[in-house]
Nanobody, 125 residues
Framework: QLQLVESGGGLVQPGGSLRLSCAASGFTLDVYAIGWFRQAPGNEREGISCISSSNGTTHSADSVKGRFTISRDNAKNTVYLQMNSLKPEDTAVYYC??????????????????WGQGTQVTVSS
């Protein structure tokens, strides 16, 4: 079965850090681009970071650039999103998504083929 499972979300204070994981089963991530997206109530789903399938090139949205870092560990078949300097406006459900042979670009659009279930991130004092 093809699955993407996000983990690592939770409650954190402003200025804190979290690391989200996106673990794949049933396929290998090295031939897929992986995007991270987030959606807060009443807002559109926002593409925030992406790593390309072919060369590992990364892109990040302006809203998270300099604070969030995406990385891939092919040996563990997992993609990570390291989130630092978190702000209350980062509160959202975070999703990872896969797209075969995609080359990432800006903006990071939500037309990926395969999605995980999401994990809640809440930034609050």
């Amino acid at each position: 079965q093809l699955q993407l499972v996000e983990s690592g979300g939770g409650l954190v204070q402003p200025g804190g850090s979290l690391r989200l994981s996106c673990a794949a089963s049933g396929f290998t991530l090295d031939v897929y681009a992986i995007g991270w997206f987030r959606q807060a109530p009443g807002n559109e789903r926002e593409g925030i970071s992406c790593i390309s399938s072919s060369n590992g090139t990364t892109h990040s949205a302006d809203s998270v650039k300099g604070r969030f870092t995406i990385s891939r560990d092919n040996a563990k078949n997992t993609v990570y999103l390291q989130m630092n300097s978190l702000k209350p406006e980062d509160t959202a459900v975070y999703y990872c998504a896969a797209d075969l042979f995609r080359l990432c670009g800006l903006p990071i659009t939500a037309d990926f083929g395969f999605w995980g279930q999401g994990t809640q991130v809440t930034v609050s004092s």
